[in-house]
């Protein structure tokens, strides 16, 4: 019997009705509460408009000048994968971050967004948790750095294979050092840095989903309604500063809409930073930067390469309320060997050798214009200070500094803020510049030994903000990749 082609057409709509119904019931905690619970029904409602607005506690005639105050600085560091089969890298890059640069650097606290171990088998081919990698991450923190403040959150690695947050897999929960923070907070926590000079938060989110699937369908984080809800209340109230953390990329994201009808992108002009990880600096260089300024939220993205294998960290300074960033690389060519699994019978870590770095120079007065946050940043400040800042991390006493701008060599002498602070300073005067054209900033530090370390930067007296000019990171990362997988997988089932 032939069938009709009316009834074809019926079947097709049929299945276009149930694929949408499925869409829509999936995504049910992507949406806000208060919409109707039938699907493409929205119930119009009055909210109020965000505006990217932050707090001064320092006057408009606040000069930078030589004196240490009114900065603090930490540290982060992102995608450990704390392997029990890798020997390279992995847990080796983490033990040398705990032993030599954390004593060097001395942060104010330590941020590691996600993916502390690799969970990942010997042949890279299946995954599962493995509580002994938990155990040297742990560990290393309690024998290392029991004084510092920790702060961290999963990502995609410390959720393979997971059932749920209960389950007696999730190693996260009894041996991560912000469990209790995350579980109280229903992934989500908040802290804060409240000095004479002004009020900063930090807000950690952990995207994971519910249930973790095994590798490789386990890439992309989530917020829900819910979730979005307690973003909303964490942003609130305004500080000088707000700093958002979690693993995942925000073009790895999928963002649910809060019971007020807020997305994730007004969400965002109440913070200054997003911090992340998880894109481990990609492949063949397309990750080299992967930074962005967003201009309707009018903060920036920064992603962190990996601990993993490149051995990366990043010191963030706040400087009378300008934010600058340098990421680092450990001297991989310095490590030598070491036990894949650097842990005793007693559960004693086995440190390798300490190593030592060359000098590392944060530049945080004037600020690099590539990386501006002009409605939430004083930079009116860096046109009327009076010196040159920049953080030095050396383990030498005996150091020398050059200083160029525009090339030329800097003739004023560079000193140190006091004997117990990185911070050194050089008087200078901006007005000899021209305001309207971009310069640049060159700091070389070189040790008695012959080590050396530098930083260069482009900066600004007129307040704007230059081009990151990331390329292809810099595309990538402010893309959305969920909708570029969706769109892909529908054209991909139109064509069967």
């Given at each position: 019997?032939?069938?009709?082609?009316?009834?074809?057409?019926?079947?097709?709509?049929?299945?276009?009705?149930?694929?949408?119904?499925?869409?829509?019931?999936?995504?049910?905690?992507?949406?806000?509460?208060?919409?109707?619970?039938?699907?493409?029904?929205?119930?119009?409602?009055?909210?109020?408009?965000?505006?990217?607005?932050?707090?001064?506690?320092?006057?408009?005639?606040?000069?930078?000048?030589?004196?240490?105050?009114?900065?603090?600085?930490?540290?982060?560091?992102?995608?450990?994968?704390?392997?029990?089969?890798?020997?390279?890298?992995?847990?080796?890059?983490?033990?040398?971050?705990?032993?030599?640069?954390?004593?060097?650097?001395?942060?104010?606290?330590?941020?590691?967004?996600?993916?502390?171990?690799?969970?990942?088998?010997?042949?890279?081919?299946?995954?599962?948790?493995?509580?002994?990698?938990?155990?040297?991450?742990?560990?290393?923190?309690?024998?290392?750095?029991?004084?510092?403040?920790?702060?961290?959150?999963?990502?995609?690695?410390?959720?393979?294979?997971?059932?749920?947050?209960?389950?007696?897999?999730?190693?996260?929960?009894?041996?991560?050092?912000?469990?209790?923070?995350?579980?109280?907070?229903?992934?989500?926590?908040?802290?804060?840095?409240?000095?004479?000079?002004?009020?900063?938060?930090?807000?950690?989110?952990?995207a994971c989903p519910k249930r973790g699937p095994s590798r490789p369908f386990n890439f992309f984080g989530y917020m829900t309604s819910r979730s979005m809800d307690r973003l909303a209340g964490a942003l609130q109230p305004l500080t000088n500063h707000t700093f958002v953390f979690s693993h995942y990329p925000t073009t790895t994201m999928v963002f649910g809409v809060s019971s007020k009808g807020y997305r994730f992108r007004e969400?965002?002009?109440?913070?200054?930073?997003?911090?992340?990880?998880?894109?481990?600096?990609?492949?063949?260089?397309?990750?080299?930067?992967?930074?962005?300024?967003?201009?309707?939220?009018?903060?920036?993205?920064?992603?962190?390469?990996?601990?993993?294998?490149?051995?990366?960290?990043?010191?963030?300074?706040?400087?009378?309320?300008?934010?600058?960033?340098?990421?680092?690389?450990?001297?991989?060519?310095?490590?030598?060997?070491?036990?894949?699994?650097?842990?005793?019978?007693?559960?004693?870590?086995?440190?390798?050798?300490?190593?030592?770095?060359?000098?590392?120079?944060?530049?945080?007065?004037?600020?690099?214009?590539?990386?501006?946050?002009?409605?939430?940043?004083?930079?009116?400040?860096?046109?009327?200070?009076?010196?040159?800042?920049?953080?030095?991390?050396?383990?030498?006493?005996?150091?020398?500094?050059?200083?160029?701008?525009?090339?030329?060599?800097?003739?004023?002498?560079?000193?140190?803020?006091?004997?117990?602070?990185?911070?050194?300073?050089?008087?200078?005067?901006?007005?000899?510049?021209?305001?309207?054209?971009?310069?640049?900033?060159?700091?070389?530090?070189?040790?008695?030994?012959?080590?050396?370390?530098?930083?260069?930067?482009?900066?600004?007296?007129?307040?704007?903000?230059?081009?990151?000019?990331?390329?292809?990171?810099?595309?990538?990362?402010?893309?959305?990749?969920?909708?570029?997988?969706?769109?892909?997988?529908?054209?991909?089932?139109?064509?069967?």
């Amino acid at each position: 019997m032939k069938l009709s082609p009316w009834f074809w057409v019926l079947i097709v709509m049929i299945c276009g009705f149930r694929a949408c119904y499925l869409y829509w019931a999936s995504t049910r905690d992507l949406r806000a509460f208060e919409y109707s619970p039938w699907p493409f029904q929205h119930q119009q409602r009055h909210r109020q408009t965000i505006s990217s607005t932050v707090i001064r506690s320092q006057s408009n005639d606040t000069v930078i000048g030589s004196s240490p105050s009114n900065m603090f600085y930490f540290a982060q560091i992102s995608d450990l994968h704390i392997s029990k089969y890798r020997r390279k890298g992995h847990t080796l890059h983490y033990l040398h971050f705990i032993q030599s640069i954390l004593p060097l650097v001395k942060p104010r606290f330590v941020v590691v967004t996600g993916d502390l171990t690799d969970a990942k088998d010997v042949r890279l081919v299946t995954s599962q948790q493995y509580q002994e990698e938990w155990q040297v991450y742990r560990q290393a923190i309690e024998q290392g750095a029991p004084d510092m403040p920790w702060y961290d959150m999963r990502g995609n690695h410390d959720c393979f294979d997971l059932p749920s947050w209960q389950s007696h897999v999730n190693f996260y929960r009894t041996h991560g050092k912000s469990a209790d923070l995350v579980e109280s907070g229903h992934g989500l926590y908040s802290w804060q840095v409240n000095e004479t000079y002004g009020t900063y938060r930090f807000v950690a989110m952990d995207a994971c989903p519910k249930r973790g699937p095994s590798r490789p369908f386990n890439f992309f984080g989530y917020m829900t309604s819910r979730s979005m809800d307690r973003l909303a209340g964490a942003l609130q109230p305004l500080t000088n500063h707000t700093f958002v953390f979690s693993h995942y990329p925000t073009t790895t994201m999928v963002f649910g809409v809060s019971s007020k009808g807020y997305r994730f992108r007004e969400l965002a002009r109440q913070y200054s930073v997003y911090m992340c990880g998880h894109l481990h600096r990609l492949a063949a260089g397309l990750g080299d930067a992967l930074k962005w300024y967003d201009p309707k939220a009018e903060s920036l993205e920064l992603e962190l390469g990996d601990m993993m294998v490149h051995g990366v960290y990043r010191i963030m300074a706040v400087d009378h309320d300008l934010i600058s960033f340098i990421d680092v690389e450990l001297p991989r060519k310095q490590l030598g060997p070491h036990p894949v699994l650097p842990l005793t019978a007693t559960g004693n870590i086995i440190w390798p050798a300490t190593i030592q770095p060359a000098p590392i120079v944060l530049i945080t007065n004037p600020k690099d214009s590539r990386y501006a946050i002009p409605a939430k940043e004083p930079l009116e400040r860096i046109k009327s200070s009076t010196h040159i800042r920049f953080l030095v991390f050396s383990n030498s006493n005996d150091l020398s500094v050059e200083i160029k701008i525009d090339g030329k060599p800097h003739k004023e002498a560079a000193l140190k803020a006091t004997l117990d602070s990185p911070l050194w300073t050089a008087p200078w005067d901006p007005s000899a510049l021209d305001l309207n054209q971009v310069h640049s900033l060159e700091v070389h530090v070189t040790t008695s030994d012959g080590q050396s370390g530098s930083s260069t930067i482009a900066f600004r007296l007129d307040g704007q903000r230059d081009r990151i000019a990331g390329g292809p990171g810099e595309f990538i990362i402010s893309s959305n990749m969920a909708i570029i997988v969706s769109i892909y997988e529908l054209l991909y089932l139109a064509r069967l």
